[in-house]
């Protein structure tokens, strides 16, 4: 399967009284860019992320949206919602991120990316857009956008393609993580048929299921 990379977006520093750092500052009002932007395990290099506790780090080194779920918001909103208004790295075309499975790869550029789990919403987002009950509706919506690990460093920019290279067997997509932590206990189980997916998560499905370990 092959989609395009419509936009690489990098961050500008916001200072704002719904910031999440303790700080004030968010890297949350992302923007694209022209020319070939580094991707590296820790992270975008030129990006700037404020509140490390939950961002960053190599099991969210990179995000992605795909511009047909922003233009759902678009339109459901009645405003443009041009690439990076998600906060995202990657803005994407004709790619299903929602349906991505855990794990699978995709070859952008010279990189190689992994897919590890979706977005959880924060009142941070909500105060970018000026929406109260954003994390409800996001929660709602459940197409939340997929992190990414970087399996080999390397550099992408708009225009090139996405290919989905490898996508294991056991079938567990970003969407299904999202609805099984946000709502739908009963897909919990489900989750730990995915290897690939972070520690950090997997931790958590097991405690909720009452698995030892």
């Given at each position: 399967m092959t989609g395009t990379l419509v936009a690489v977006n990098l961050a500008v520093v916001t200072e704002a009284a719904w910031a999440g750092?303790?700080?004030g500052r968010t890297g949350i009002d992302k923007r694209p860019v022209g020319g070939r932007v580094a991707l590296h395990t820790e992270g975008v290099i030129g990006d700037f992320i404020g509140e490390r506790a939950h961002h960053g780090g190599p099991e969210q080194a990179v995000y992605a949206y795909a511009e047909e779920d922003a233009a759902w918001w678009s339109a459901?909103?009645?405003?443009?919602l041009t690439p990076g208004c998600f906060g995202e790295n990657l803005t994407t075309s004709s790619v299903d991120v929602t349906g991505a499975v855990i794990g699978e790869q995709w070859l952008?550029?010279?990189a190689l990316l992994q897919v590890t789990k979706p977005r959880t919403p924060c009142r941070t987002f909500a105060g970018f857009w000026g929406v109260p009950d954003l994390i409800?509706?996001?929660?709602?919506?459940?197409?939340?956008g997929a992190y990414l690990r970087v399996l080999r460093e390397g550099e992408v920019g708009a225009?090139?393609?996405v290919q989905v290279v490898a996508r294991p067997?056991?079938?567990?997509?970003?969407?299904e993580v999202f609805r099984a932590v946000s709502g739908e206990p009963e897909l919990l189980p489900r989750l730990l048929d995915a290897p690939e997916l972070p520690e950090s998560v997997?931790?958590?499905v097991r405690r909720r299921l009452g698995h030892p370990g």
């Open positions: 750092d303790a700080s459901d909103l009645g405003r443009d952008i550029g010279s409800k509706r996001f929660t709602a919506r459940a197409t939340p225009g090139d393609p067997d056991h079938g567990v997509t970003v969407g997997a931790a958590k």
